[in-house]
Structures are given as C-alpha cells and as structure tokens.
C-alpha cells in the first residue's frame, strides 16, 4: 500500500484469536486505518495449498510439511518485511523473538475468564451465513483439530498448551465487553497511532486522513 504510516519501533503487527472472537474484523480495521496489508493467514494457507497439491480441508489429515511451510513463510515475512498486519492462529506464537513485531491477541470472555463459545458460534452464523451446526464445528472441531496438531509439531504434545496463553501477546482485548470500533481504538492506542499522527501532522503540514477519534 503506498504511504503506508509509520509506528514507533513497530515494523509489522499479528492479530491471533480463537474462531469467532473478532481477530479478522480488527486486521482488516488496523490494515485500512494504518495503509498496512492485511495477511489472512487462510488466504495464504490456500497459496501453499495450489503451490504443494496438498488438502487443507481437514487439519487431521493434512501433511505436517504444509503447516510447517506455512509457518516458515509467516517467520520469514515478520523477519524480512514490513508493514504487514498478519492475521493466523500462531502468528503472534511465530513472532516470539522477533523484532519489531507488536503481538495481539483477541479474546471473547466473561469476567472469569471463561471462553463465551455460543457468541463466537453465533458470530460464525451471522459472518458467513452459515448453519449452526457447521459454525458449531468451525469453532469446536476445527479448533480442536488445531490444537492438536499445534500440540503435537511445536509443542511435545502438551496438553495443556494454548496458543491463545496471554504470556505470548503484547495487548489482550477482549470482544465480549468492547464493541468493534472500541476494539479498533484500544488497538491504535497501545501501538502509538495517535503519536504517529501528532508526528505527521506536525512535519508533513496537511494530511487529509480522516482519523478516528
């Protein structure tokens, strides 16, 4: 994208979320505000998918070589480039040790902490104009299926690893109690967008973004 807007000591951002907690919604919000691309890691799995002949329609039957290539490329990309919103289950687990890279994690949890699975459920059904059932297996199966090859190739097959574990992140947002515009500007705030903009507006004059307050 062209001028795209720089962000103190922050080169590209992940965006990682369990299925139906808003992490699509807040990459797309962040890649249009910033100028940033926008990866969605599904869109990139597809790639590899045409590029190796390979399945990904059933995590439990896909080669380990495709998820492990994948990952390579998301490494590579948050190493070598810049100004890149990445949006994928381990992007922000992936961007551990990088540099430059601002790592978020959305969450939908009550005050206890417990994952609200109907309102990720509900949110599949309203997104993609799916039946209940299918979203039901979108975030139970699909996510089950997930985990446990995370577990099993990154993990040593622990059983209690996560990668929604909060100690992987820079910022948790959580959706259940922030509507998708407060998700935006609680996101913009922590990696210094309103900085960035004082910068431009001091130095390039005029700038005819129109910014959300």
């Known amino acids: ?10 080169k590209n951002i992940t965006i990682s979320g369990r299925i139906g907690s808003g992490a699509t919604t807040l990459a797309k919000g962040l890649s249009k505000v910033l100028g940033w691309k926008m990866l969605d890691g599904g869109k990139l799995f597809r ?6 002949g390979e399945s990904i329609t059933n995590t439990d039957k896909r080669p380990d070589h495709f998820d492990l290539e994948y990952e390579t490329r998301i490494k590579r990309m948050l190493r070598e480039e810049s100004h890149h919103i990445v949006q994928s289950h381990l992007s922000g687990y992936d961007a551990q040790g990088i540099e430059g890279v ?7 949890e009550d005050e206890k902490g417990n994952d609200k699975t109907e309102i990720r459920i509900d949110r599949i059904v309203n997104r993609d104009k799916v039946s209940v059932d299918d979203a039901k297996y979108d975030v139970l199966e699909r996510e089950r299926q997930h985990l446990g090859k995370f577990r099993r190739l990154y993990e040593n097959n622990d059983q209690n690893w996560v990668y929604w574990d ?3 992140y820079d910022l948790v947002i959580n959706t259940y109690s922030c509507n998708q515009e407060e998700t935006l500007k609680i996101a913009l705030e922590k990696i210094g967008y309103s900085r960035a903009k004082s910068t431009i507006m001091k130095y390039a004059g005029k700038f ?3 910014f959300d307050k």
């Open 1 to 10: 994208m062209e001028n795209p807007i720089q962000l103190p000591n922050i």
């Open 47 to 52: 790639k590899i998918n045409e590029e190796l």
């Open 102 to 108: 601002f790592k978020i994690l959305v969450v939908c």
């Open 166 to 168: 909060k100690k992987y």
């Open 208 to 210: 005819n973004e129109k």
